[in-house]
């Protein structure tokens, strides 16, 4: 079932109204753009996600794989600590199963270490982080290409094609890249990596 925000869209282009406007556009629903786009929204932003993808999360692709708070939490800074338990409570709730140990192999020489780690079940984490999302007025726009934007004064207009509602223009206050490496984002806005391919590894 369609939400109200979904209904207006539909309206608004039917209309011959293609321009859309939100506070924030955020291009991408993995974990980080799903995350941005609940903690955004229950602040109380009008936020627009943007996604190719036809159901947020699936088909899942990479990132199910997380190591054990006490593994890596002396690497944080004491201010991030508090918000990483709390996204690790969400983590729990999807765990599908544990490790003890890991084997990683370079060149054909393997190594077995302790390291306690968890998997898991991405696909339906996301989809409930955007459910929430949602619940506080976020708008996702699945089976949505971004084609670039460009900064004006005041914002940034976007221009998405989506497979629903044709080509739309986003008028944002805010822009975020949340899809991943190499981001189409940062491309179309003159962003360069200093890295690189062959100096990143993908998990």
Same mark, same amino acid.
């Given at each position: 079932?369609?939400?109200?925000? $979904? ?12 321009? /859309? ?5 955020? +291009?991408? @629903? ?29 088909? &899942? ?40 140990? &890991? ?5 054909? +020489?393997?190594? &077995? ?14 989809? $409930? ?9 976020? &708008? ?19 221009? +998405? ?7 739309? /223009? +986003? ?16 491309? @179309?806005?003159?962003? $360069? ?11």
């Amino acid at each position: 079932m369609f939400k109200y925000t $979904h209904l207006k869209f539909y309206y608004l282009v039917m209309m011959g109204m293609s321009r /859309l406007s939100a506070d924030i556009l955020i +291009v991408g @629903s993995g974990p980080a753009g799903s995350l941005a786009a609940y903690e955004l929204s229950k602040l109380g932003y009008k936020v627009i996600i943007a996604d190719m993808k036809r159901c947020a999360g699936k088909p &899942t692709i990479c990132g199910e794989y997380l190591p054990e708070l006490s593994e890596i939490e002396d690497i944080f800074p004491n201010e991030g600590l508090k918000y990483l338990k709390s996204l690790y409570e969400l983590y729990r709730g999807y765990i599908t199963n544990k490790t003890k140990e &890991t084997t990683v192999e370079v060149e054909g +020489v393997s190594r &077995t270490f302790k390291f306690k780690g968890f998997i898991i079940d991405r696909g339906s984490m996301i989809s $409930h982080i955007i459910k929430n999302a949602e619940d506080y007025g976020a &708008t996702p726009l699945l089976s949505t290409i971004f084609r670039g934007c460009k900064r004006e004064e005041g914002g940034y207009k976007s221009k +998405v094609l989506s497979r629903e509602l044709g080509e739309l /223009l +986003v008028e944002s206050k805010f822009v975020i890249g949340a899809d991943g490496y190499p981001s189409t984002v940062a491309k @179309s806005l003159g962003l $360069h990596f200093t890295l690189k391919t062959e100096d990143i590894a993908y998990a």
